[in-house]
């Protein structure tokens, strides 16, 4: 009698087995999860050491473009060549932060302009940020990534 009723409920079990969820394929998975990404945003912005000790994302962000622009402007303005060759009062610089915390700055010009000595900037700008303090770069999901942004360099004692 007792194999008769042991008999179904090892049947039942094997049956059973393939109403367990099955575990998805992982081609499947990483896919779906390459879609949920927001390839365009990163998760922390770069920062510098004075605005790690921040805890919320909106105030570190702001607390690092202001920082740099701060340090651009002040290492701009102490070159009276830099000054002296730019009519327009605000320069607009491609900064670029790489995953090594290598930093590069690139002038942009606007495509008709005759306000700037585009040679003489763009070896002013290079010269002169040589020593930026280390910039921590941006991560996305844990992993630091290349981020690029434009910041606007307000020139002081422009003529």
Do not use: H
């Not at 896919?31 to 605005?51: F, G």
């Not at 670029?96 to 290598?102: A, E, I």
């Not at 590069?104 to 003489?120: G, H, V």
């Amino acid at each position: 009698m007792r194999k008769f009723l042991l008999l179904p409920l090892l049947l039942s079990a094997l049956a059973s087995c393939d109403y367990i969820a099955k575990v998805p394929d992982k081609e499947v998975l990483l896919k779906k999860e390459l879609e949920n990404i927001d390839w365009q945003q990163v998760d922390e912005y770069p920062s510098v050491a004075e605005c790690e000790k921040l805890e919320n994302k909106e105030l570190r962000k702001s607390c690092f473009f202001e920082f740099l622009s701060t340090a651009l402007q002040q290492k701009l303005t102490e070159d009276t060549v830099a000054v002296g060759s730019v009519s327009a009062d605000t320069l607009q610089v491609r900064v670029t932060v790489f995953p090594d915390s290598t930093i590069q700055f690139e002038p942009e010009f606007p495509a008709d302009s005759l306000t700037y000595d585009m040679r003489k900037v763009d070896s002013i700008l290079k010269a002169r940020t040589s020593d930026m303090p280390k910039i921590n770069p941006a991560l996305k999901r844990g992993m630091p990534v290349r981020s690029q942004f434009v910041l606007p360099v307000i020139l002081q004692g422009t003529p």
